[in-house]
């Protein structure tokens, strides 16, 4: 078996390359148009250009919690969810989410980061567990602090509905 050995230049080095991609795939983003801040209809935050990727995402982080009948208002409930939590979010939050979901819409960089070349609604399940399991293995400290932010708004999102907690245990907030 053959050792491994990662010097600080070379760890830095891929920091730095990395944050740089990241950079300026965001301008890009932005740019293009990419980023838009309008959010889509009947949403506080949430663009158009969001909607795609959580849509592909949330079924397979929810796969085992719902039942697959269940799914789509499952799904949409938690996109309205996310989109809640997202307009209490503060500024410099808000916006570092928008650049994550930036990253993970525009085609040049959801490619090389995620291994999904196509869109998203033509993403497979496998295909999104590989991704979440690239950005959670990743030496990158970025894509591992993308993929912990999307668990954690996810599951922010999920456990908020009445429907979750049962399936955890939990009877719900007491009466007042």
């Given at each position: ?61 929810l796969h085992g919690a719902v039942d697959s009948a269940r799914m789509p ?28 979901f930036d990253v993970l819409a525009l085609p040049l960089t959801r490619g ?65």
């Amino acid at each position: 078996m053959t050792d491994i050995v990662i010097s600080r230049r070379s760890v830095l080095k891929t920091g730095l390359f990395g944050t740089a991609f990241l950079a300026t795939a965001g301008l890009s983003a932005s740019l293009s148009g990419c980023s838009a801040s309008t959010p889509a209809s009947g949403y506080l935050v949430l663009r158009q250009s969001d909607l795609p990727f959580l849509r592909a995402l949330l079924p397979v982080m929810l796969h085992g919690a719902v039942d697959s009948a269940r799914m789509p208002e499952a799904v949409a409930a938690t996109v309205q969810n996310l989109d809640r939590n997202l307009a209490h979010f503060s500024p410099e939050m808000l916006k570092l989410t928008v650049q994550l979901f930036d990253v993970l819409a525009l085609p040049l960089t959801r490619g090389p980061l995620t291994g999904i070349w196509g869109s998203w609604d033509n993403a497979s399940a496998a295909d999104i567990r590989a991704f979440l399991a690239r950005w959670e293995d990743s030496y990158l400290d970025l894509l591992r602090m993308g993929h912990s932010s999307l668990v954690q708004l996810v599951m922010m999102a999920w456990y908020a509905r009445p429907e979750a907690w049962a399936r955890c245990g939990y009877p719900g907030p007491p009466t007042v």
